[in-house]
């Protein structure tokens, strides 16, 4: 089987683990936050990674009440002017701990006496060493290039976290349920193996979501880039709407992530519009509505609270880049040019 | 003539008119800013307004030092989750000043208290009324739908800002020059209307830029979108090197954008491995290095400082999108599917 494959399939399992090993460790780490006049936050991410981050943002601001800014990395390195920090709660994610332009911005906020966090897969690892807290993902080595369960494990953290940090049981208690509602969208396995064959000579497309999915569809987006080779861009529906409609046209393939929830009549809006302009649905989707008007209706186990569905949601989209690949003649994990750690500064 | 033709040519004009208009006034938005205990920026806006908040971001980090988040509109409008926005200043960017979604920001801001600010197009716009602070673009009506002197008099505003709170007079005057330089990068006219051509039947690509100029690739990537339908997707060079890289094949078109700076040599690094794997780069540059690698160098004035160069850096982008809407058949002053205001919550 294909590391990649694999680790798809793990998710539930270091979901699980995650939860098990970390929660007593982030209410501490939450406890010791709270101690300190924490004015806004500033999270500093790259690829997957900053796609996690962006979930992070949606769910301290939206729990926490807390403005989370997503760090310019050039601003620390290249051009040596950090913005002031003292007041800040830092979190740096890296799923190997060793992006140099990450572990800059965090031994900056140190040096500014920041509180600092960060979330990796490697407890031993250099971003590790450098901050205040660490989270650990638990996820277990990954292999595959192309990330994907320790993006699951980064959105599992931030939610553990947020929910730590505003103390509230009962929104730790949903945490539990997570790992089977990963586990249940793993079951569109077969479905999305038959239903990748229509899209072997697919060029390009966009992938739609709005609030807590904005981040989902990034890391789809990314999966896509990664193993197809697509040019294949995410959007805020709102944004789409903005202008980028412009390009859809006959044909024009567009995935949509419209579980239930407040942005839900949003993202139908979208479906609707760019089936007026001829495009192509693949939807995910736990609503008949926004179901029916796909080619390829992808349906979701029965709602979790929206701010949770990032986790399930992103599910068949790494399912579909992974059979897409196979059907184009790729493998997943050998994706050109790329390699498991990319040092950028 | 087109609108949109005409209104990127009445560029130095609007940027000698705002200068002119707006400097006393943004100098006393600033005094009353720094009696305040701002401990960060937040900044709302959508579409080509959300890309002059990027510039935004950047200049105010860099010569203020206060970090800035941009903001996440759905949570003050479809989930009603705002965070604590007190100790901020909280800027709306809005062409029309209609933008529904950036006025219920500020609103929301100015209820708790915050700093508000608008920068718009219209003085006597609803985002105006409620914000306690105007910067008036000084544009003049914009009549194409993709907007361009906006864009560049909103670059201007936050620079006119960033130096005002700074209180540095000799950044102040360094403004002065800008109207000239962009006026420089229209004698680019004639080159580019021939260079398109070779790009009649281009369908998808990339706009890599960094720090300053991430802006200008996610403005330049949405002027294509609008007025040719590319499928085309803008990235930090750093973030394109982390994965979406893979996507590059032979002949694969990438505009690289790369004034002299503290981030050149990342730029000019993308443009090798861009070369390396068979890509076609077309480079707006003052430096023979990068130009030296294009297919199409389109060479730019000599440097200003580089904080500044979004400014100059944009029109080679916006000119790039007339000429070839026209060469494609397309009339870029009526895109299809778009109009001049958006309504989105």
Redesign the interface.
């Given at each position: 089987m294909l590391f990649f494959e694999q680790e798809i399939l793990e998710q539930p399992d270091v979901l699980t683990r995650l939860l098990q090993r970390q929660t007593g460790n982030v209410q501490r780490i939450a406890a010791a936050i709270r101690q300190r006049d924490i004015?806004?936050v500033?999270i500093a991410a790259?690829?997957?990674s900053?796609n996690a981050a962006t979930y992070g943002?949606?769910v301290l601001?939206?729990?926490c009440?807390?403005?989370?800014?997503?760090a310019?990395?050039?601003?620390f390195t290249?051009?040596r002017?950090p913005?002031?920090?003292d007041?800040?709660l830092v979190i740096g994610v890296s799923q190997s701990g060793q992006g140099q332009?990450i572990i800059e911005v965090i031994s900056e906020a140190k040096r500014q006496g920041a509180a600092t966090l960060a979330i990796t897969n490697f407890g031993d690892s250099p971003l590790a060493a450098v901050a205040d807290h660490v989270i650990t993902l638990e996820a277990g080595v990954e292999c595959a290039v192309?990330a994907t369960k320790t993006y699951t494990a980064q959105l599992m953290a931030f939610a553990l976290l947020a929910t730590a940090w505003e103390a509230d049981d009962e929104h730790l208690g949903l945490l539990q349920h997570v790992p089977d509602m990963v586990g249940e969208a793993l079951g569109l396995k077969d479905t999305i193996r038959q239903a990748v064959e229509r899209y072997r000579y697919m060029?390009?497309?966009?992938v739609l979501g709005?609030?807590y999915n904005?981040a989902t569809a990034f890391e789809i987006a990314?999966k896509l880039?990664?193993?197809s080779?697509?040019?294949?861009?995410p959007y805020?529906t709102?944004?789409f709407?903005?202008?980028?409609?412009?390009?859809?046209?006959e044909g024009f393939p567009a995935f949509l992530i419209g579980p239930t929830g407040?942005?839900f009549d949003?993202v139908l809006a979208a479906g609707n519009?760019l089936i007026a302009?001829g495009a192509e649905v693949i939807a995910f989707s736990d609503q008949d509505e926004l179901l029916a008007l796909a080619r390829v209706p992808l349906r979701m186990p029965a709602p979790l609270p929206e701010w949770l569905s990032p986790m399930p949601y992103v599910v068949p989209g790494q399912l579909f880049a992974l059979y897409l690949a196979l059907t184009r003649g790729y493998n997943p994990d050998q994706?050109?040019?790329?390699s498991k750690v990319?040092v950028?500064?």
């Open positions: 004015q806004h500033v790259r690829g997957t900053d943002r949606y601001e939206s729990h009440g807390v403005v989370v800014s997503l310019a990395p050039s601003l290249l051009y002017r913005p002031r920090l007041s800040a332009d192309a060029e390009h497309g966009v709005r609030g904005y990314l880039k990664e193993t080779y697509l040019v294949i861009e805020s709102a944004d709407r903005h202008g980028p409609i412009a390009m859809a046209e407040a942005v949003d519009e302009k994706p050109r040019g790329l990319t950028t500064r």
